[in-house]
């Protein structure tokens, strides 16, 4: 490439902050060059603070600025959809926030836009971007474990005492669900290379949280009686490991998604009576992800998790949600 891709942020959510603005500076590819906030104040802060040129105080201006070839989508989830649109129709290439909308329905509205707009949209799931996921799906398909028996995971943490968290607010899109649980559910999908068939999902909803889902347990059933089963929560204890349990052994992954030193970026094989470090290299897997939608803009390579995707994903959040209301298990539609 003779210059590096342009990102815009719009907006100045943490996780833009402390993981992928760094990210964008630790890349070959591209730069972040210029963040926006409707408080034009916050806006110049945070520029100066992260070391990006311009600030804009409206996100129209960010997406007016004819410089600028991506737009990351940090914001709450409810915008979503409004702006990856909007970043469509201004001709920009689109990063936006996992869960990728509030509904199946809606990803498919800004899958549709930015198609019709030429433009690449893909959600953010960082952790997939990361070399040991292929080795992951590499040892399944060697039979190093044999027959895949269930995928369990794990994403949770404790926040609820931020009460005026984005989280926390019901007709925002806030819940574990959407922020955490999204996470096993896409890499069951991802390592079983399928869709599920139906869902149970048992949440824990809380009046002092806007009614939103504090913590979910749930179970997706695959093809072959195959099955997940996760858990995901913002009032526990922080972890996130995920294990694949084969019929003749198990990989596990400590730290699933979140990958902040080389020591959680480890695996392991348990297999053949003996527990085997797998090395996988450091890799920043928030540059990792943004290398691999500047290669797809700049060389017409197709992604490797393509913004369909984020459609399939949503359709089974929809039915986990679904199910926790209601107490009950949905069936998902072929």
């Given at each position: ?13 943490g ?21 926006a906030?409707?408080?034009g ?14 600030a804009?105080?409206s ?13 990351y ?8 959809k ?7 129709e ?7 926030e ?18 019709k ?21 590499d040892?399944?398909?060697?039979g ?25 607010r ?47 347990s749930g ?31 198990i ?44 290669r797809s ?10 913004a ?13 949600l ?7 298990r ?5």
């Amino acid at each position: 490439m003779s210059k590096k891709l342009k990102w815009g942020i719009l907006g100045c959510a943490g996780i833009a902050k402390g993981a992928v603005i760094p990210g964008l500076q630790l890349s070959e590819l591209n730069e972040a060059a210029a963040i926006a906030s409707r408080d034009g104040d916050k806006a110049k802060r945070t520029a100066e603070e992260m070391q990006i040129p311009v600030a804009y105080d409206s996100y129209e201006a960010l997406l007016a600025d004819p410089s600028i070839d991506v737009i990351y989508i940090p914001l709450p989830n409810h915008l979503h959809k409004e702006w990856a649109i909007r970043a469509a129709e201004a001709g920009k290439h689109i990063l936006c926030e996992k869960p990728l909308a509030l509904t199946e329905s809606e990803a498919a509205e800004m899958v549709e836009a930015a198609d019709k707009a030429g433009v690449l949209l893909a959600e953010a799931f960082m952790y997939r971007y990361h070399p040991r996921y292929q080795t992951i799906k590499d040892l399944i398909a060697s039979g190093a474990i044999g027959d895949v028996r269930g995928i369990s995971g794990a994403f949770t943490f404790n926040n609820a005492k931020d009460a005026a968290n984005v989280r926390y607010r019901k007709e925002w899109g806030g819940g574990s669900i959407y922020d955490v649980g999204c996470y096993p559910i896409s890499a069951a999908r991802l390592l079983l290379g399928k869709e599920p068939e139906a869902v149970t999902v048992n949440a824990q909803f809380s009046p002092e949280h806007d009614d939103v889902d504090m913590m979910a347990s749930g179970l997706l059933e695959f093809e072959g009686n195959v099955s997940l089963t996760f858990d995901c929560g913002m009032w526990s204890a922080f972890r996130n490991p995920l294990e694949v349990l084969g019929s003749d052994g198990i990989i596990e992954i400590p730290s699933a998604f979140v990958t902040p030193s080389q020591e959680s970026g480890t695996i392991y094989l348990n297999a053949n009576g003996e527990r085997k470090e797998i090395e996988v290299p450091y890799v920043n897997a928030y540059t990792a992800q943004a290398d691999h939608i500047a290669r797809s803009i700049t060389e017409g390579t197709p992604l490797p998790f393509p913004a369909s995707d984020a459609i399939l994903n949503m359709r089974v959040i929809d039915a986990c949600l679904l199910s926790a209301r209601e107490r009950t298990r949905v069936v998902l539609k072929p």
